[in-house]
């Protein structure tokens, strides 16, 4: 069999260029194709993994914030807390402190109230005692008591110290006003006379006298000339016990002891 060349090299020509035109028209664009396809995927992938990459980053961002929030929230609950505790401490002390102050001072008008009703029970039963001691004695005295009255009355006049002596002197010295002499009953008329004969002696004057008679002296006998007092009296005991009482009466001020 004989070999046609031409046609041989005909159809090999043609399948050359067939093979040109599908390399050029199919194949090429194909692998192209593949290759902007295979390029996309990549990039969608990596756009994915970034996408992933920055979810996780936001999402341990989220979790460190959460976790800060609740740590902040947590310490603002312990200090809030705390303080309310101190707060609760501090009012309860205050409550403690004004209730004892409160009682204090309840104790302290407890113990007044009381303090000042007995002293005014003692007031009136000393008010009492002595109005009955007064009256008692006016009734008791009697002509014997009232002599020895003026006799004692007499006697202190002559026993006056100098500086009594004195004071009586500078009193009377420019005023010549009577002594007055006054006495729970009339005086004698001999006693009158050595009252002022004791008078006279103690001013080295003769000076004159005015006798009065007051009966609440009760036995007693006084003496004035001037603003200057003389006087000796059963009352006047009486007074001066009485004016003694308050004194002793007084508590004692126990001493303060300070606490370190």
């Known amino acids: 069999m004989k070999i ?29 194709a593949i290759d ?101 004695l006016a009734d008791l005295a009697s002509v014997s008591l009232e002599e020895q009255s003026g006799n004692m009355f007499i006697k202190r006049l002559n026993e006056l110290s100098e500086d009594e002596k004195k004071k009586f002197r500078d009193a009377f010295q420019g005023n010549k006003n009577p002594v007055i002499v006054r006495s729970a009953f009339d005086l004698p008329a ?19 006298f005015q006798y009065k008679t007051a009966p609440e002296l009760i036995s007693g006998i006084e003496l004035t000339a001037n603003g200057y007092k003389l006087a000796w009296s059963i009352s006047e005991y009486i007074n001066a016990l009485e004016k003694s009482l308050p004194e002793i009466e007084k508590p004692k001020t126990e001493p303060v002891v300070q606490k370190a």
């Open 4 to 32: 046609d060349w031409f046609t041989v090299i005909a159809q090999m020509v043609n399948f050359i260029v067939l093979v040109g035109l599908l390399w050029h028209f199919l194949y090429k664009p194909i692998l192209r």
């Open 36 to 136: 902007e396809r295979e390029k996309k995927i990549a990039a969608e992938l990596a756009d994915a993994a970034a996408k992933k990459a920055e979810a996780a980053k936001e999402q341990e961002d989220f979790k460190q914030k959460n976790e800060k929030f609740d740590q902040e929230k947590k310490d603002l609950m312990t200090k809030a807390e705390a303080e309310a505790e101190a707060e609760h401490q501090k009012l309860l002390e205050s409550a403690r402190t004004d209730a004892t102050a409160l009682k204090t001072k309840l104790d302290e008008a407890q113990k007044e109230a009381q303090d000042t009703l007995n002293h005014q029970i003692m007031q009136k039963t000393r008010n009492e005692v002595f109005a009955i001691t007064r009256k008692a």
């Open 190 to 208: 001999k006693q009158q006379a050595e009252i002022k004969d004791a008078v006279n002696k103690i001013l080295s004057a003769d000076t004159p």
